[in-house]
């Protein structure tokens, strides 16, 4: 409990620190958009090819997997970004190894187990979650093609050693990847659900987990 009552005051003085200083990526990010819906695997029977059904399942897939709401813990170095437009994570993080940090900045430090509202800043919210953490450096998203991400995914090398079942339960069932559907005032969420996400990812490993191009 000591550690919440001293990371809410910390992210409440940061954020006004920023926006008495004009610092943008604290100031001006309060976009709180609905991403719409993701295509049902049924909406893809059309394609007779089922390789060719696979790749443009996970396509559709890649809509929520390049989202800002999961690219910003996907980053291409061990520094998390932020917001709609990925911007260096206010303060200065770096994950290292362990992906929540290093001791005495933790992402604890900030990120308690749930969402928390920020009262008079535009920030609006501090996101939480009680398995935060950056993804791991072998599955850095940020700056890949679709493909490259289709096939980083899909190797257990980089995956974390996940089958296709373990992705398929991952997707579908893990805490952090559905946070990015309540991400908390000020944020927008990518669109459809982890229900439909799931649904996307069975579908494409049923037909062969073939990556596009």
Do not use: Y
């Not at 007779?48 to 559709?60: H, L, M, N, Q, Y």
Request: hydrophobic share 40%.
């Amino acid at each position: 409990m000591a550690s919440k009552a001293i990371a809410m005051p910390l992210l409440a003085v940061l954020a006004a620190v920023g926006v008495a200083a004009g610092m943008g990526p604290l100031s001006s990010h309060a976009e709180t958009s609905d991403g719409g819906t993701l295509k049902a695997a049924s909406d893809f029977e059309t394609i007779t090819d089922t390789g060719a059904r696979s790749k443009a399942i996970f396509v559709e897939a890649s809509r929520v997997l390049t989202h800002p709401r999961c690219i910003n813990c996907h980053p291409a170095t061990r520094s998390p970004t932020q917001g709609e437009d990925l911007h260096p994570h206010v303060p200065l993080m770096i994950a290292a190894e362990s992906s929540v940090g290093p001791a005495g900045l933790a992402c604890s430090a900030c990120h308690g187990d749930e969402n928390r509202p920020i009262v008079g800043s535009r920030l609006k919210s501090i996101p939480g979650n009680a398995h935060w953490s950056l993804a791991p450096a072998s599955m850095a998203w940020q700056g890949l093609t679709v493909g490259e991400i289709c096939r980083q995914v899909k190797d257990p090398e980089r995956n974390g050693d996940r089958t296709h079942a373990d992705l398929v339960r991952h997707m579908g069932e893990d805490h952090l990847v559905g946070w990015a559907w309540h991400p908390g005032e000020g944020r927008s969420t990518p669109p459809g659900s982890q229900e439909a996400l799931a649904a996307l990812i069975d579908a494409w490993v049923a037909t062969g987990a073939e990556c596009p191009d």
